[in-house]
């Protein structure tokens, strides 16, 4: 008899029978051996694995030989791969943070940190500055904040792009992640307009902005001599590119 095993069977697996028997009558006769890489769905590289012959007999010359090893090279399917993910890409001034999120596209064989990356580091930092996966957490999202600084910023808007970059476990080495294009827009400064009667434009470069509408306070009527507060409403636009507002205020009533 001769025993079929593999070294490692969490990357090559015998899927034909462990053990071969030869008779007196069919000694020479050939008997197929079937192996079969195991899909691991983990990022482990290159692997090998060698399939053993041990043989087993009454026959002392036979008891205990060794047959001649079959070597195995296992290239890895699996890619290494980091998931970075961003709640909302524009930034505005008024609230100067964003969420990230990171997790890694397959299953390491060790521990793999993720260090967030940004084009400017003057005017964006990230908490935490790192994150660290585990071969039980692999896949799941870790958020990061990413804060702008927008006294750095001089024009309407700027762009700055974010990524992860790995280490740690030898197959995730410097892999990077899918980089990120944030949009930082400043609010503009204050443009008050008064009643002229008349259209009034103003040119807005791109940005965002905050517009606010005051109604006109009420006069004292109905005999009350008391006057009433007018109405208000605001709203932020964004704008991609340079816009003309024309803007018309309402006059004294009659």
Do not use: C, H
Not at 48 to 71: E, M, R, W, Y
Not at 126 to 153: C, E, G, R, Y
């Amino acid at each position: 008899k001769v025993s079929v095993s593999s070294s490692d069977v969490t990357e090559l697996a015998v899927t034909s029978a462990s053990t071969l028997t030869f008779t007196l009558a069919d000694w020479k006769t050939p008997q197929t051996v079937n192996v079969k890489v195991q899909d691991d769905n983990i990022a482990d590289g290159t692997q090998t694995a060698v399939v053993k012959f041990v043989a087993s007999s009454s026959d002392p010359k036979f008891n205990g030989i060794t047959g001649q090893s079959a070597l195995y090279t296992i290239i890895d399917n699996e890619m290494p791969s980091i998931v970075l993910t961003v709640a909302e890409t524009t930034i505005p001034q008024a609230s100067p943070s964003t969420t990230a999120k990171v997790r890694l596209g397959v299953q390491p064989s060790s521990n793999v940190t993720v260090t967030l990356v940004a084009s400017d580091p003057k005017i964006l930092s990230f908490s935490p500055a790192t994150v660290t996966f585990t071969t039980n957490d692999w896949n799941q999202d870790k958020s990061v904040t990413v804060a702008a600084d927008f006294n750095l910023i001089q024009s309407a808007s700027a762009t700055a792009t974010i990524y992860g970059k790995a280490s740690g476990d030898k197959n995730y080495a410097n892999i990077e992640s899918n980089k990120v294009n944030l949009d930082l827009v400043k609010i503009a400064e204050v443009q008050n307009f008064a009643y002229t009667g008349d259209i009034q434009s103003v040119n807005l470069p791109k940005g965002r902005y905050k517009l606010e509408v005051w109604g006109a306070e009420s006069g004292k009527g109905s005999g009350t001599g008391t006057s009433t507060n007018g109405g208000y409403s605001s709203g932020i636009v964004t704008l991609a590119s340079s816009r003309t507002l024309d803007v018309v205020v309402g006059g004294k009533g009659e």
